[in-house]
């Protein structure tokens, strides 16, 4: 009877070690789709058969966990560099529609104008209507500057927005990694909880460059740019969006990414949204309207085309004959900060067509001579800013917008192919293969059913034995 009765446990430790591991792959199915899941595979390990001690052998199940911290920081990683390019791409769209060189753009459309203008006038200097026409010219010059200047103002200040959001979902990440550590060190782990971790993970590396390490008792460390902690333990450190008000020197600060100590932090953020913001808002941006320690170039076109229009007027006269009377500027702006003078730009306050002077005074002297230079001063083959045109450098500041979004284009398709790559890779080592599953759960069923069948022998066994004493 002691023998069938070991040979009864025997076959019921089986029975029970075979049901948790079709649990385990009935889990695994249940989860082929949930994010940052891994699968977990039941391990069979026999017993030992030790007959001197009464041990009769069986089996156990132990479930092994098939994550794999190397595949998932290489998704983390590419994940990040996606995100920088994707948020790239976002970003500099409206930047491009603002910076059009097509003839029916506001900058070009009204430089081409202005020059006609000049040109026209120059054929009869003293004729008030192609005088009136060029002081309508430079209204619409100015007033095309000042909407280019608003436009990427809002830009920036929408980009500034974007970067606040992006920091506070970086936070809410960071809370969602501290809870889940509060729940490891409070004795609680399992599959579904390491999934939403992972989860979050690729969420947070989406935003910014992080490390993860491990922590004490199974929690996790994650570090931004692997030098600022965002979790340890239980503890968040957040960040929040500063500004470097110490060295904005031509219009708004630069801003920053400052950690809960007070220290700017910028410099570690290195690919992520998180990087694709700042680079636009604190480089790409002021190149173009100013900020920080740059003057914009828009702005750079506004003060050149406004004081070689000047400089040439007030160098003539508004009569033809002397006694000469000099000219007045054309134009107006406020350069204190460098960076308002596109914002600024307008035809001089009480401007009349009188005060146009046509007269170059020489020698030689020549009656429509200053506003022949006018006319010209787009074609001038010395050029005006850098050896280029007005228009021509309007042109190279849309240039360096469309350089900048098809570099992002291009870098992420590539980005995209080698995430797909790496998150291949995670698939193979840890993803749920239903073929797999389904193949392991038949041949669970059957060892399940030959256990059952083991104990029903015993059974029947028993009751044979038991019918026989009686």
Known sequence: MGSLFSALNTAADALSAFQQAIDVTQNNVANANSPGYAK????ME???????NGVVGGVTEQTQDTRNAFADAAVQQQQSLLGEFQQLQTSLAPLQGILDVSSNSAIPSALTQLFQSFSQWSTQPSNATYQNAVISAAQNTAAAFQTVASQLNSASASTTKDLQSTVAQINQDAAQIQSYNASVAAGESNPGLSAQLESTLENLSNLADIQTLPGVGGTVTVLLGGQTPLVIGTQ????QVGSDVANAVNGPPNATIVDSNGNDVTAQVTSGQLAGLLSVRNSLIPSLIGGG??????????KSLADAVNNLLEQGSTTAVPPFQSGTALFSYNSAPPSGIAASLQVTTGFQPSQLAATDPGPPEVSNGIALKLAGLDTDPAGQINGLSFSQYFG???ASVGNAVNSANTSAASQ????AQAKNLQQQLSGVSL??????LVQLQSSYQAASKVVTVVDQMTQALMNMIQ
């Open 416 to 419: 995209a192919q080698t995430l």
């Open 236 to 239: 968040v450190d957040a960040l």
């Open 396 to 398: 190279s500041l849309a």
């Open 46 to 52: 026999a017993v030992d058969i030790q007959s001197a």
């Open 435 to 440: 073929d797999e599953e389904a193949v392991r």
């Open 40 to 43: 977990q595979v039941p391990l």
């Open 293 to 302: 320690q740059q003057t914009g170039g828009l702005n750079t076109l506004a």
